[in-house]
């Protein structure tokens, strides 16, 4: 399996506990494994076989053929985890207060009402 | 003179937001409108440069494009940013006399106005994910703004399925980067026809996932669901805003990224097979809409499910690919943004002085205030489409479109979608001007205004006045609003040009 295969695996396992899950724990659960894996897809996009991080010194700058990864998808990445942790973060929050006002975790009891 | 303007106009909003929170909290209302202000005032004066039919293209920190983030200003993005700062500034003017709203309230709306105008102006595809994550999470605050139990849910649910949407779109950028490797728009369309010869599964992947996405966001009919929910819970002020504008986004960001990316890739008509679908989805928007619509009791609930029904007239008029079609999908969006978000507002006042939402307890209405149940009637004339009306010249051009193209069917829906729309508002306006029952056991169960009896003052409905003035003078003189849209066309249909041999 390779990693594009199993980030798109842990994007699906995500999205099924987003749709089918009950509990509002479980769907931000399942919030943040949708978007780790799109950091997953994006590490795995700049991965080169045998690359080295990319920091250019003056050992790497003087010897020939040192296979470096693609730096670009990881500066996107950090972007997208501050972006997928604060979008965890307000979930939790906006399940703090639901669960003040309607007593229980259970999305079926509280759209019922 | 032009130089720094475009990260002016993003960066002034924000400044004020921030400013508003940290040091002057007491003068968060005026703040704000001059922050707006001077953001569509600085927006104007690219007007003349725009209407040349000229493309600014802004490098910031002076990092040249691949490197670097960008921004573009062409024709589109300065119609659909005119139209946000015009909205932004009415709901503003709207939201000082409630005096309800605290500097939180403010920040907010600064932060969304600024982000979305973000999403409009740049030029990577990267950095319209981020933008539009932050749109969304600023809206979730202000959907819940009041932290009522419904509100709160209806949050929640927009903050799940938004998300969703947003992964799947950076499931596509991915999947587009993965070949590319650039995140510019042009230099990804430039690229398009190499990626497909070299592996063209990659095209349909990205293209399903923005669509999907997309769709998501513009709230396509069978992804809808979280529309009807955040935008009647909402606070007046916020419905307006998001029925008016944030929904449009998503039509942007599809008119964008399918006719600046896929459109090279028009190999094995993914393209032209992707915008007939769009058509079916407007078609389905229309009728489910308006009929459900028709079953609301709800006023707000009721012009929730009728943005749905707009927003199907958008999709086939962007859909029909044709300058005509075109042409009235934007003067849809520019007069559904005023109209709407005129209705919000007189919804918003109607809510306030009477302490109810349902529409039965609205009798005699017209009695107690007859401005707004008259600027009500107007604005709900032009959501129909009713001739003087601006409404009318826009879905006017989006049928007109629809029989040049051979597509009569869809013509024929968007009017039976005008009648459904006529049946749902005529109700509600029959209502106004009929004998109020006399009954004390009112049982208004979702109160989502924080219900005393509000009594406006007449300078305090200027901006209902206002937007139904710009709306009228725009059905009367259609040329002044087809002025605006006419750059935007160039910018769609230029790119179009080299594809056509």
């Known amino acids: 399996m390779t990693p594009i295969n199993i980030s798109l695996l842990v994007f699906m396992i995500g999205l099924y506990g987003v749709i089918v899950k009950n509990n509002m724990i479980k769907k931000v ?28 010194d003056n050992q790497t700058a003087n010897s020939i053929g040192t296979v ?46 | ?84 700062l015009l909205v932004g500034i009415m709901v503003i003017l709207y939201s000082i ?11 907010l709306l600064l932060l969304l106005l600024s982000s979305m105008i973000g999403v409009i102006f740049t030029a990577d595809i990267f950095n319209i994910y981020i933008l539009f994550e932050l749109v969304s999470i600023v809206t979730c605050l202000l959907v819940a703004y009041y932290q009522q139990r419904v509100a709160l849910r209806a ?102 990224l399918l006719y600046g990316l896929f459109i090279a890739g028009d190999y094995h008509g993914y393209f032209g097979s992707s915008l007939q679908l769009l058509m ?27 943005t749905i029904v707009q927003i199907g007239v958008i999709l086939i008029g962007i859909s029909i690919n044709n300058t005509t079609g075109f042409e009235g999908a934007l003067f849809h969006i520019f007069n559904h943004a005023l109209l709407k978000s005129g209705l919000f507002f007189c919804a918003g006042i109607i809510t306030l002085q009477t302490g109810k939402r349902k529409i039965k307890d609205f009798a005699g209405y017209g009695e107690k205030n007859p401005f707004v149940a008259l600027c009500f009637t107007i604005l709900s004339l032009g959501i129909i489409g009713i001739p003087p009306m601006n409404g009318f010249v826009s879905k006017f051009l989006v049928c007109l479109s629809a029989v040049e193209e051979e597509h009569p069917v869809f013509a024929i829906i968007i009017i039976i979608g005008s009648l459904m729309t006529a049946a749902y508002f005529f109700r509600v306006i029959q209502i106004f001007y009929s004998e109020p029952i006399q009954s004390d056991k009112n049982i208004s169960t979702i109160d989502c205004e924080k219900s005393y009896l509000f009594q406006p003052r007449i300078f305090e409905l200027s901006p209902i006045f206002i937007l139904t003035g710009i709306s009228i003078i725009m059905g009367i003189i259609p040329s002044l609003g087809l002025s605006i849209v006419s750059p935007a066309i160039k910018v769609i249909f230029s790119s179009l040009l080299p594809v056509l041999p």
Request: aromatic fraction near 12%.
């Open chain 1, 29 to 56: 659960i399942g919030l943040a494994m949708l978007n780790s894996s799109v950091v997953l897809l994006f590490v795995a996009i700049g991965y080169r076989d045998g690359g080295m991080a990319p920091i250019i």
């Open chain 2, 1 to 84: 003179m032009f130089a720094h303007l475009p990260i002016l106009i993003i960066i002034f909003p924000l400044a004020i937001a921030f400013i508003i929170i940290f040091l002057f909290k007491k003068y968060s209302p005026f703040l704000s409108i001059i922050g707006v202000t001077v953001s569509f005032i600085l927006l104007i004066r690219f007007a003349p440069f725009i209407h040349k039919g000229d493309e600014l293209l802004y490098h910031l920190g002076g990092w040249q494009s691949p490197l670097g983030i960008s921004l573009s200003i062409d024709g589109l993005s300065f119609f659909f940013s005119f139209t946000v």
């Open chain 2, 280 to 306: 079916i989805f407007g078609a389905v928007n229309i009728i489910f809409g308006a009929m459900m619509a028709l079953a609301q009791d709800d006023l707000k609930r009721m012009l929730a499910y009728s």
């Open chain 2, 97 to 107: 006399p409630e005096k309800k709203y605290n500097h939180n309230y403010y920040f």
């Open chain 1, 68 to 113: 470096l990864v693609n730096p670009v998808p990881q500066a996107l990445m950090l972007t997208a985890i501050v972006v997928s942790i604060s979008l965890t973060a307000l979930a939790l929050a906006l399940v703090v207060k639901i669960y003040a006002k309607y007593k229980t975790l259970d999305v079926q009891r509280i759209n019922k009402e």
């Open chain 2, 155 to 256: 949050s929640f649910n927009y903050l799940l399925i938004s998300t969703v949407a947003l992964s799947l779109f950076l499931l596509g950028v991915g999947s587009l980067y993965s070949m590319a490797g650039v995140l510019g728009i042009s230099s990804i369309s430039k690229q398009i026809p190499m990626i497909f010869a070299e592996n063209p599964k990659i095209i349909t992947v990205s293209l399903v996932l923005i669509l999907t996405s997309m769709g998501i966001k513009s709230a396509m009919v069978p992804m809808h669901g979280w529309l009807p929910d955040a935008h009647s819970l909402a606070p007046s002020s916020v419905s307006a805003i998001l029925s008016g504008v944030v929904v449009k986004l998503g039509i942007y960001c599809l008119i964008r």
